[in-house]
């Protein structure tokens, strides 16, 4: 499925920008954060050609990306991290001339995973910018890059949109599928709903679930569905996690004891209070999901605490 760019949650941001250039007022750097699946990237790049070209990008603006004076930097094929060299080669290339006498524009992607070395060789291009040059940094975690390296950017905040506003884009793409349970997997960001679709993530929505309420009833061992589960993609698998708590906090905190029946056996058995600590376990371990610590020790670590009902037992369903 392709992405078209009227992501409406764009517009309020984009409007920011857009009075930016119109007013001559463009930063020299940009931070775009927000959680992942709301489209940063395609909105950075979309910046990008209206620096490039002068004009406010409509329709496609792929002809943008082969611009001589973009370049892009992110992860090299099979690593974790973004490195020194490439950074200063990027920089290097940001102080030569401009190829089409204008903006020179350059995009870091993840910028959450440029390595400590590489966020310092960024640091004096920061400093000392020059001249018609645009550096747009894109990040989904915001507990990363150096005070010094995201103080020196403005910073464009994305937020996932009202659900009915995410429901009716989605139906925009898809028509006939049903991409509610998949909205609330993705934590309300439309495009991962989009790619969870892609990845089949319906079924395997309902075999985790299906694992949990097994591990909670004694029927499932931690450690099997840790083996099981190690054959996916250990982010994905952390992002269902961390989503699906919250799912739980969420209707525990909104709907009390009218949770939807395909939640009940965790509201009965889990105290609303012991999911906020383990969710931020999750957390920590999404965090960590770069390390070289081993999937199964992660995953049975995540697991063996629905076993003991997140090690607070709760009676009569009261939370």
Not at 93 to 103: D, E, F, I, P, R
């Amino acid at each position: 499925m392709s992405i078209p760019a009227d992501m409406t949650w764009h517009d309020e941001p984009w409007m920011r920008v857009e009075r930016a250039w119109e007013a001559g007022r463009m930063p020299h750097a940009l931070l775009l954060e927000g959680p992942a699946g709301l489209g940063k990237l395609a909105f950075a790049r979309r910046v990008a050609a209206l620096a490039l070209t002068g004009e406010v990008p409509s329709g496609n603006i792929e002809s943008a990306w082969q611009h001589p004076d973009l370049r892009e930097t992110t992860l090299p094929e099979g690593k974790k991290q973004i490195v020194a060299d490439q950074v200063r080669a990027l920089c290097t290339q940001l102080v030569m001339t401009s190829h089409a006498n204008g903006y020179k524009v350059a995009l870091i992607h993840p910028a959450d995973r440029m390595n400590t070395h590489a966020a310092n060789s960024l640091l004096k291009t920061l400093e000392e910018p020059t001249p018609s040059t645009l550096l747009i940094l894109v990040r989904s975690r915001l507990d990363t890059l150096p005070a010094t390296i995201a103080s020196r950017c403005q910073r464009i905040r994305f937020s996932a949109p009202p659900r009915e506003e995410g429901l009716a884009w989605l139906r925009q793409q898809d028509p006939d599928r049903d991409f509610s349970r998949l909205l609330t997997m993705a934590g309300g960001a439309p495009l991962m709903a989009v790619g969870l679709a892609a990845a089949g993530l319906d079924e395997l929505d309902r075999v985790f679930r299906q694992d949990l309420a097994g591990i909670l009833r004694g029927d499932e061992s931690p450690v099997a569905v840790a083996a099981r589960w190690q054959k996916e993609d250990l982010e994905q698998t952390l992002g269902w996690l961390n989503a699906f708590v919250t799912e739980l906090i969420r209707a525990g905190a909104v709907a009390g004891d009218n949770v939807a029946p395909d939640l009940q056996i965790f509201h009965k058995n889990i105290r609303l209070g012991s999911l906020f600590g383990y969710l931020d376990e999750v957390q920590a371990a999404v965090a960590r999901s770069g390390s070289a610590l081993g999937t199964q020790l992660v995953l049975e670590g995540l697991l063996v605490p629905w076993r003991n009902r997140l090690n607070e037992t709760v009676h009569g369903g009261r939370h």
